[in-house]
T-cell receptor, first 113, second 119 residues
């Protein structure tokens, strides 16, 4: 299995809602990433988990809360988002030490009303 | 800090022609890695090719090759015999040497080039 899966594919939420994005990989990768991508822009790194520990937080607002329950799963909990948070959210994983390329999931297109 | 520059916002190419997508980079670190990703309109980022700074030969993967000119700090992607399915956004990226934690690494992306293949 050489893919990263993300659910849901599309999400529409109000500013008072709480929702979660889910990412899963079964490649045995030990590093997992969340990116945010606005239209016509490159992905922007949000969080990195390495061996199930948060290793990088790119000063992301607290309304985004990541969670890594185990080495295969990565969640992004959303609460009290703003319309400007509407974007494509991409999850990626990499092998960790010795492996360099990141494998991306198909993304979740989030719309905040 | 590392920086990636892609100077072509958009390119239009006839089907079956070869195409070169430009990428220049800036880093003071002697050890670095360069990546190319393809992003179709569906959104998924697809890894295409990787070049390490110490690799002696240019990387190749099927129809993709990387024209690595270290002295000029350029890592252009060459797609041979282009196909309609090659129409997508292409990103050049570099591994950020200052941000590596237990194997996890931060990528620095260029602004991307939108490639359109015409029939």
């Amino acid at each position: 299995d050489t893919e990263v899966t993300q659910t849901p594919k599309h999400l529409v939420m109000g500013m008072t809602n709480k929702k979660s994005l889910k990412c899963e990989q079964h490649m045995g990768h030990r590093a997992m990433y969340w990116y945010k991508q606005k239209a016509k822009k490159p992905p922007e790194l949000m969080f990195v988990y390495s061996y199930e520990k948060l290793s990088i937080n790119e000063s992301v607002p607290s309304r985004f809360s990541p969670e890594c329950p185990n080495s295969s799963l990565l969640n992004l909990h959303l609460h009290a988002l703003q319309p400007e948070d509407s974007a494509l959210y991409l999850c990626a994983s990499s092998q960790g030490t010795g492996g360099y390329e990141q494998f991306f999931g198909p993304g979740t297109r989030l719309t905040v009303l | 800090a590392q920086k990636i520059t892609q100077t072509q916002p958009g390119m239009f190419v006839q089907e079956k022609e070869a195409v070169t997508l430009d990428c220049t980079y800036d880093t003071s670190d002697p050890s670095y890695g360069l990546f190319w990703y393809k992003q179709p309109s569906s959104g998924e980022m697809i890894f295409l090719i990787y070049q390490g700074s110490y690799d002696q030969q240019n990387a190749t993967e099927g129809r993709y090759s990387l024209n690595f000119q270290k002295a000029r700090k350029s890592a252009n992607l060459v797609i041979s015999a282009s196909q309609l399915g090659d129409s997508a956004m292409y990103f050049c990226a570099m591994r950020d040497q200052g941000e590596e934690t237990e194997g996890a690494q931060k990528l620095v992306f260029g602004q991307g080039t939108r490639l359109t293949i015409n029939p």
